[in-house]
């Protein structure tokens, strides 16, 4: 992903409702600049029944984020198991029930939405 920010004002318009900024006499201070975000993403991901009653997953993820300064790469994983209780042989007397499954799983995920594009940055300039 590409970001490119620019801001510019200019003061002391000739036409007071004129919507471009050459309408200005006056440059006021402007700002901009241009940051590229780098992910890279390597999944792996196992899934496996028996009986087509017992069902076994795992994923495990590698990510990487450019927004990190140190430690840019992270681990991150899921397990989960599931068993269809309408496929067992005491659940074949219930009537009113016609699939059933209970299902449980465990993971760990991160994100680096709450990291701002710029704030390595901050480490140059000190």
């Keep these: 992903m590409s970001i490119n920010y620019l801001e510019a004002e200019r003061s002391k318009l000739v036409t007071p409702f004129g919507p471009d900024i050459a309408n200005g006499v006056i440059n006021n201070p402007s700002d901009g ?3 590229n975000e780098r992910t890279e993403s390597y999944i792996a991901n196992v899934t496996t029944d028996f009986k087509n009653k017992y069902f076994l997953n795992a994923t495990f993820n590698r ?3 450019s ?3 140190n430690n840019k790469w992270g681990n991150f994983y899921s397990v989960g ?7 067992e042989d005491f659940m074949s007397g219930v009537d009113f ?3 059933l499954k ?8 991160g994100q680096s939405a709450g990291v701002g594009l710029l704030s390595r ?4 300039f000190c």
């Design 33 to 35: 600049y241009t940051d």
């Design 63 to 65: 990510d990487a984020s």
């Design 67 to 69: 927004r990190f300064i």
């Design 81 to 87: 198991a599931a068993w269809v209780l309408t496929q």
């Design 97 to 99: 029930v016609d699939f």
């Design 102 to 109: 209970v299902k449980a799983s465990y993971g760990v995920l």
């Design 121 to 124: 940055l901050q480490y140059l």
